[in-house]
């Protein structure tokens, strides 16, 4: 009688222990379930679909639990850097390209598509009411095979040319074209009615004299070979007093410009062009200062330029002690 309750009592502890090593292994789980509520948003289900999309099949259960935190982490790392691409770029609303920003400050592959210029339709899936996919048009490969290429984007350049010139256009493929355009047949009724007189001035071609042609080329000669001759001294001499000059002004400018840009390592050649440039200044009967945005650049690279000339044979403090006059002069006018 005494052993028989001896084993009832051992059973009924052990079925007690048990019960207690069954709650205990609940709790354990229910605990687990809500830490990984809690450590990230990201299901593992999702993971499991995103590893089966890009062909990993046999992804357990718990490497997407483990991958799921670090994927969330990820996620808001990305997206906390494309929002400070917007905010720099002073806009409240989130682009892809703030997302492909991104991705390329924190070193990540970009990602390889075609932009499209209408947002994405998305439809619900039959029969499911929470999957939805992308609608997609079927496209004939016939009829993109048949279909014509675009045209060749031009390469990026920069072409300068003359609008006007002293008030007058140039006939030039750049600008508008010389025809005159009428006016409507209404207004042109008004303004007879009314007896006003129209004056339509056509734009000219800026033509040189045969003599202004000669004198700038011998001055370009005597700059570019000469520029320590008496001749030269002279030629310096007529750009600061003759009074005919103001047609030839446009094409020093762009001379000395085109050649201060190619001839920076020439200070002998530098030196000249400054006077020629203060020659010009000194001019009473040419008027300079519709010209100095172009001059200006070229006579400031002579000042402040990092290098002119050889920097052990030539002296460029000179030129540029003298480009500093030339400065103050200009700045005086």
């Given at each position: 009688?005494?052993?028989?309750?001896?084993?009832?009592?051992?059973?009924?502890?052990?079925?007690?222990?048990?019960?207690?090593?069954l709650?205990?292994s609940?709790?354990?789980?229910?605990?687990?379930?809500?830490?990984?509520?809690?450590m990230?948003?990201?299901?593992?289900?999702?993971?499991e679909v995103?590893?089966?999309?890009?062909?990993?099949?046999?992804?357990?259960?718990?490497?997407?639990?483990?991958?799921?935190?670090?994927v969330?982490?990820?996620?808001r790392?990305?997206?906390?850097?494309?929002?400070?691409?917007?905010r720099?770029?002073?806009?409240?609303t989130?682009?892809?390209?703030?997302?492909?920003?991104?991705?390329?400050?924190?070193?990540?592959?970009?990602?390889?598509?075609?932009?499209?210029?209408?947002?994405?339709?998305?439809?619900?899936a039959?029969?499911?009411?929470?999957?939805?996919?992308?609608?997609?048009?079927?496209?004939?490969?016939?009829?993109?095979?048949e279909?014509?290429?675009?045209?060749?984007?031009?390469?990026?350049?920069?072409?300068?040319?003359?609008?006007?010139?002293?008030?007058?256009?140039p006939?030039?493929?750049?600008?508008?074209?010389?025809?005159v355009?009428?006016?409507?047949?209404?207004?042109?009724?008004?303004e007879?009615?009314?007896?006003?007189?129209?004056?339509i001035?056509?734009?000219?071609?800026?033509?040189?004299?045969?003599?202004?042609?000669?004198?700038?080329?011998?001055?370009?000669?005597?700059?570019?070979?000469?520029?320590?001759?008496?001749?030269?001294?002279q030629?310096?001499?007529?750009?600061?007093?003759?009074s005919?000059?103001h047609?030839?002004?446009p094409y020093?400018?762009?001379?000395?410009?085109?050649?201060?840009?190619?001839?920076?390592?020439?200070?002998?050649?530098?030196?000249?062009l400054?006077r020629?440039?203060?020659?010009?200044?000194?001019?009473?009967?040419?008027?300079?200062?519709p010209?100095?945005?172009?001059?200006?650049?070229?006579?400031?690279?002579?000042?402040?330029?990092k290098?002119?000339?050889?920097?052990?044979?030539d002296?460029?403090?000179?030129?540029?002690?003298?480009?500093?006059?030339?400065?103050?002069?200009i700045?005086?006018?």
């Open positions: 009688m005494v052993m028989l309750s001896c084993v009832v009592v051992v059973v009924c502890r052990y079925a007690e222990q048990s019960r207690e090593s709650r205990n609940i709790r354990k789980k229910k605990k687990k379930e809500e830490k990984e509520r809690t990230s948003i990201v299901p593992k289900e999702t993971i995103i590893a089966q999309s890009i062909g990993i099949n046999n992804l357990s259960s718990d490497a997407a639990l483990a991958l799921a935190p670090d969330e982490y990820r996620i790392e990305i997206m906390q850097e494309a929002i400070k691409c917007m720099h770029s002073r806009r409240t989130l682009t892809a390209d703030d997302v492909d920003a991104a991705l390329n400050l924190r070193n990540v592959e970009p990602i390889y598509s075609f932009a499209s210029g209408s947002p994405l339709r998305f439809k619900r039959i029969g499911y009411r929470d999957l939805f996919y992308i609608d997609d048009k079927d496209v004939d490969f016939k009829d993109v095979i279909a014509p290429l675009p045209k060749a984007p031009l390469d990026t350049a920069v072409v300068c040319h003359w609008l006007a010139i002293e008030g007058v256009q006939a030039i493929p750049e600008n508008a074209p010389l025809e355009v009428e006016p409507p047949s209404g207004g042109k009724d008004h007879q009615k009314e007896g006003l007189p129209v004056d001035k056509l734009p000219v071609k800026h033509v040189l004299s045969r003599e202004l042609q000669l004198y700038f080329d011998k001055i370009i000669e005597l700059t570019l070979s000469k520029p320590d001759s008496v001749l030269f001294k030629a310096l001499v007529s750009l600061a007093t003759d005919g000059l047609p030839l002004v020093f400018t762009c001379f000395v410009a085109d050649e201060v840009s190619r001839g920076l390592n020439d200070c002998r050649l530098l030196f000249a400054m020629v440039v203060w020659s010009l200044l000194q001019n009473p009967h040419i008027h300079i200062e010209y100095l945005h172009q001059l200006m650049p070229s006579v400031v690279t002579c000042l402040v330029a290098r002119l000339g050889n920097k052990f044979a002296n460029h403090w000179e030129l540029r002690d003298f480009t500093a006059k030339l400065v103050s002069s700045c005086r006018r």
